[in-house]
């Protein structure tokens, strides 16, 4: 089966605030951090209650007996923590050949969820849960500074049906049975988010006009188009039991093409964090590290890395020998916030696992070295440049003319400035980090009136969602995924839309209609295009 004519909108976004998050030195490192992974590890975390048995939901799907109501009703998680929030997990095993299973945590949309659009969430890493996100970032539920688990104000199952899965196998509670089953590339990881995905559109029965949106951060940056490009290949190629709808992507401060991203002196310099003395050091660092990168030398790579940023391996790292900084994932805190740190050993008791329904199996995101680090590592090094090229069209010639206007929110707040052209959406967002949900999750939270892209009312605009703002009177109304970037960019590829004409409506400017071929696809990111340098020059 094929897809209908679509195009993907894409939402780039550039941060004022860069983060990434860095040791004191070698004497608190417990476990060598990966070239990106910027998500904290957890201490490993016992305790003698029943932690239930795993549940796997693959098998019941094709099986006569189980009716997907059953299996719904299987999988419902029941935790007192959780009461008042409906949601559902469980295992899907996307290779049988390895056993390899995949950990998945839905929460149906509060508000019409056999409508609402699916959002697929991915943390990054690689290596990273996306329960941080659920918990840290947009989900329902949070941790106050004390620890204290509670409701989240602005989360994204608002509105929206909202996936976390631990992706790739072998990250958080998903697991594999053999070698063989860790994703060595991103093709890997494609198929099997697909598998994942196509077997919760069984179980779920979600309407056909339910668009998919796949979102993430970090070194989803990879993650996103991986699935994103699958779908597009094998549902345009071959009939599949299951047709996924498709509507487009959101890539928040992404890492797709490290060669390019590696050039932190230039914005620290910029930002006043270091001097000219500082920047020459960088400079020289960054060149050697690109170098190694170009020669696949991923020691190499890591070990400029480390010296410039985490300090794992010296006496501290360059950035906090010359800032003082401890935390680089946001410029605005010289320490890391520590809220995140009970997530581990809540989600490692019994009592949350028998409710998850994930029994004994390993949570893997806690310091100690990941396999999925170590299969990935010559990924690591790789751009998805090849799979976006086929699918891109960049309008870079737009975009090289193209003004940046203010965005502001309804109450007139200064929430960042908007650029776009053709189908590219570049916006700067105030006072967030690399987690930026986290750090600005009201100008984040997707709603009806700020997410016209991931809604098929037509009172709003097709557009996706991460920081949104609402447009009033006559004009159309749109929303604009926002999260903060691991270099200067933050790409949100987004929108696979079956209309062939789309109403774009930035604040200040009037409506426009632009039109995009029958069947086109359209993917941006920022390692590709010959608007790259334009894109970069702020």
Known sequence: MKFSSFTIRIFAILFCVKQISCAEGNSKAEYRKSFINPYPRFKAHYDKGDPGEPLFLTPLITDPKWTKEMIRNISRVNHKDFEDVESYSGYLTVDPNYNSNMFFWYFPSEE????????????GGPGASSLFGLFAENGPFE?????ELGKRNYTWSKTHNLIYIDNPVGTGFSFTDHEEGYARNEKTVGHNLHEAVQQLYEIFEWSGNSDFWIAGESYAGKYVPALAYHIHKVQNSIDTRTIIPLKGMAIGNGLSDPIHQLQYGDYLYQLGLIDEHGLIEFNEAEKKGKDCIASHKMDCAFEVFDNLLNGDMTNGSLFHNLTGFDYYYNYLRTKEDNRSHALGTFLQSSTVRKAIHVGNKTFHDIDTVNKVEIYLKDDIMDTVAPWISE??????????????????????????????????????????????????????????????????STQFTRFPSNAFFKLTGGMCKRSVLKTAPKGLLSIFPFALQRSAATCVQLPGAAPQSIMTSPGEIILYLSSISNNLNALRQR
């Open 112 to 123: 019409d969820p056999a409508y609402a659009p699916v959002v697929l969430w991915l943390q």
């Open 391 to 456: 699918l891109l069209n960049t309008d870079a010639h737009i975009y090289k003319i193209a003004r940046r206007e203010v965005w502001r929110m309804e109450d007139g707040e200064v929430a960042g400035y908007a650029k776009h052209a053709g189908n590219l959406i570049e916006i700067m967002v105030r006072n967030a980090g690399h987690m930026a949900p986290a750090d600005q999750p009201k100008w984040i939270i997707l709603t009806p009136v700020a997410l016209g892209a991931m809604s098929d």
């Open 143 to 147: 941790f106050n500074e004390d620890g």
